[in-house]
């Protein structure tokens, strides 16, 4: 929907501004240096670089004088035609061309070059990554005269952009990122449009509430600190004891726990130790170990840890069993593997929350990112004939074909929350209430299928799974299933059970009435 959106929104803008575009185009061709379009790499979607289009304004060998990225007040680097052009914000025009070819959208993040986008700390990057750059946002809003707050601060201007700018935009993009939604999108809509005339307006400040919020006079040097230390923009300290206090916040939440099954993994449990620290709702983190090595048993955290040790029986086993040592009848439980790590700690209670607020959801399926932030696209369809042959053809994996895109999701808004059939077991929400009855992991499943089971197990009682964009995982996917022909046959076995299970391969609009035979 957001898509078609962009694409007549763009169209819309082309068709009523084309007389301009003609108008300004002979303009600029015979003024300035005589270029009438400015391309710019931006980052994207992805941690990608794309090339924004706007109408030439300034030197075209700006980014090498002066100032570089960073734009001031009455900047000798501007064209006369240009001081107009960037003060009514027509420039930004020629980006619905980016619109159209899927790089940017209407609302999010402003791209930023990858020069400035390096001023981010790496863990917000990560995050802004997930979502397309917008047209227009709350970082525009807010900063929609940047060039003056720069001018005026009477400090190193690149010094007060890093310490004072780039800390507050970062805080104002996580936050859209968190709490983006239609009605959000729309008061950002009406808000861009009423600052183009009335551009001193403070409208922005009673229409975003809960946006955060900065000294007016933009000179508290103590701004600088306060940004840096929320937890989505500092860097995590080596030491996960120095990131929380030893008296962890009080809820009114449900209860989290974090299961895990440990196998010869142990290099993996103290980045996943540290992703977690920040998470002041965190009951007990459970290692079931199936490696019995020492390494697991002397992990240190600032939530209590239980590592149960057993035989290797299958990750779903491990699961299971992890589940007996949960002290609350209520609870809800991220079950993940150990090579996992959480980039977004803030987004945790939220989820929970989401969990606690609607019954009738069983899963929620966070955002997979890989070791380079970009998506993994783990939430699929449940399998068919055709989606289990092309998942084995690299080239149709590559340039996946309509029926293939339509399995991944591929077509669907990513910064949405949608119903899928099923999503993958490296890192799930589960309502704990629901284990070991009606719910549990089939332990007959000794590697792979388990969490499509589970999720079939799930739509069999009436239940929801949900893709849940705003809690943000990094996978250190290994695909042993691709590259390892032992793996290989482990995961056609379970494949076959799974068949076997259900009586062929169910499909969405079937997976209410699923009827497994499989007996042991």
């Known amino acids: 929907m957001r898509r078609v959106l962009d694409v007549a929104f763009a169209m ?115 995050v802004i990554a997930t979502v397309r750059p917008g047209l227009t946002g709350v970082g525009s809003i807010v900063f929609r005269d940047e060039e003056t707050i720069i001018s005026k601060s009477g400090s190193d201007y690149l010094e007060f952009f890093k310490n004072q ?80 206090s030893s008296n962890r916040v009080s809820s009114t939440l449900l209860p989290l726990y974090v299961v895990t099954v440990n196998y010869k993994s142990d290099h993996y449990l103290k980045s996943l130790i540290q992703s977690l620290s920040p998470v002041d709702i965190i009951e007990k983190l459970i290692i079931v170990d199936h490696s019995e090595s020492e390494g697991s048993t002397n992990v240190s955290a600032p939530f209590p840890v239980d590592v149960v040790v057993q035989r290797n029986r299958g990750y779903g086993a491990g699961i299971n069993r992890g589940f007996t040592h949960i002290d609350h009848t209520d609870a809800v439980v991220l079950v993940c593997n150990p090579d996992i790590e959480l980039m977004t700690p803030e987004t945790v209670s939220d989820a929970v929350r989401y969990i606690q607020d609607n019954p009738r959801v069983a899963c929620l399926l966070p955002c997979l990112v890989n070791f380079q932030s970009q998506p993994i696209f783990s939430c699929r369809r449940f399998y068919s004939l055709k989606t289990i042959v092309v998942s084995r053809i690299g080239h149709m994996r590559e340039n996946p074909t309509k029926f293939r895109r339509d399995h991944f999701y591929l077509d669907q808004n990513m910064d949405d929350i949608f119903e899928v059939d099923w999503g993958s077991g490296s890192a799930m929400f589960l309502r704990g209430s629901l284990f070991p009855h009606p719910l549990s992991f089939d332990e007959r499943f000794f590697l792979y299928f388990e969490d499509v089971d589970l999720c079939t197990q799930i739509h069999k009682q009436g239940l929801s799974v ?49 009827s497994p035979t499989l007996t042991d």
Request: zero cysteines; a positive charge.
């Open 466 to 514: 949900l893709h849940y964009p705003n809690v943000v995982i990094k996978h250190h996917e290994q695909r042993r299933s691709v590259r390892d022909i032992s793996h290989l046959a482990l995961h056609s076995s379970s494949m076959f059970k799974y068949i076997l299970k259900y009586r062929g391969l169910p499909q969405g609009a079937d997976n209410k009435n699923i």
């Open 12 to 126: 819309i803008v082309i068709l009523l501004f084309l007389p301009l575009w003609i108008i300004l185009a002979i303009i600029l061709r015979l003024t300035g240096e005589g270029k009438i379009f400015y391309f710019q790499p931006r980052i994207g979607f992805g941690g990608r670089t794309f090339r924004i289009v706007k109408f030439a304004t300034m030197l075209e060998d700006s980014p090498n004088l002066g100032t570089g990225d960073i734009t001031l007040k009455n900047d000798p680097r501007v064209l006369p035609m240009g001081r107009f052009l960037r003060k009514t914000k027509i420039n930004e025009i020629p980006q619905v061309i980016n619109l159209i070819k899927g790089e940017m959208t209407l609302f999010g993040p402003r791209p930023l070059t990858p020069k400035n986008f390096s001023f981010y700390p790496e863990h917000v990057q990560r």
């Open 165 to 244: 700018v780039v800390p507050y935009k970062a805080e104002l993009e996580l936050w859209y990122i968190r709490n983006q939604n239609w009605l959000l999108d729309m008061k950002i809509f009406a808000i861009t449009v009423w600052t183009l005339f009335f551009h001193e307006s403070m409208l922005y400040k009673k229409l975003l509430k809960g946006m955060p919020v900065h000294d007016d006079d933009w000179q508290a040097k103590d701004d600088a600190d306060k940004f840096q230390s929320h937890p989505l923009v500092s860097d995590h300290p080596t030491n996960p004891q120095q990131r929380i």
